[in-house]
């Protein structure tokens, strides 16, 4: 039988913090040691020049999140861990599924159509800002799921509506061309915490409450101090459930340490041992990976040398696929 074909990418805007963590690379990396599983797991660097066009900082961007993916210990001989830009036949598909995708559909883009309605409300013209790489962003990221015949999408919940997206152009295509690609289908893992931020929303880089991921020690003490807390003194109860230093700690902790830090709270706590014990968790998870993050930020060959491999594997599949699907449109050798 032939494994499950999981993949998902990472637009390569910011440094990787805490929430992307726990949130998405750890689960990845977990699920990329599956043996019933195949994972392609992608730098969406093309992505990128939708939000951001920073040249520097998409540079950046790539460099820190490729590290940090190797550093956390993702297998690359098993999980097939590549760049967008380095795989040409992704934008090459992409023109394909644009010319069977609806405009209609795009319309109805979330974030396509929150950047209408944050123009309306400014009283700007409804295009103001808008490119058409935002506009058909959707149809991109079809490409690249599409592309690997992917079965399954690890995504957040703002992602859905995409992966739908991408079904519906995938079938499209496959009425008029034949059956060429599998339907994808999205998948929110409901146990994988949301963590949240210094001020107790969700962890978000657009928020500006984020604590990176690869904080030298002193930093990330600093940023775990400035975790919102209430004013009850030391010796009174406090509810964990209401607190974001509890929450985090969760998402860290065994079930064993999540129960006596319940008990902690219960029995009074204060905040600054709380903070400094979480620090130390932590710490303890993370400083190995910081280590070798550091090593990999120092050696950006080496890390390019593994995307390049990555490329070549994911070309293995790009390549005969995209010369069946140009085939099939009527892309081909006139001899
Ligand atoms: N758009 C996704 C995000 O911002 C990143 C992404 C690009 C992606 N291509 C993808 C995710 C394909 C899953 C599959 O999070």
Redesign the pocket.
Known sequence: MSKQRV?????TTGTPHLGNYVGAIRPAIQASERDDAQSFYFL?DF?ALIKCQDAEQVHQSTREIAATWLALGLNTDKAIFYR?SDVPEIPQLCWLLTCQAAKGLMNRAHAYKAAVAANQEAGEDPDYGITMGLYS?PV??AA??LMFNANE?P??K??IQ??EMARDIAARFNHHYGEHFVLPEARVDEQVSVLQGLDGRKMSKSYGNTIPLFLPEKKLKKHINKIKTNLLEPGEPKDPDDATVFQVWQAFATPEQTASMRLAFAEGIAWGEAKRQLFELINDQLGEARERYNELMDNPVYVEEVLQAGAAKARAHSQPMLEKLRAAVGIRPLG
């Open positions: 993949l998902t990418g990472i637009t969406a992505h967008q962003y991109l990221m690249d799921i999408v995504v957040g703002d992602q995409h992966v």
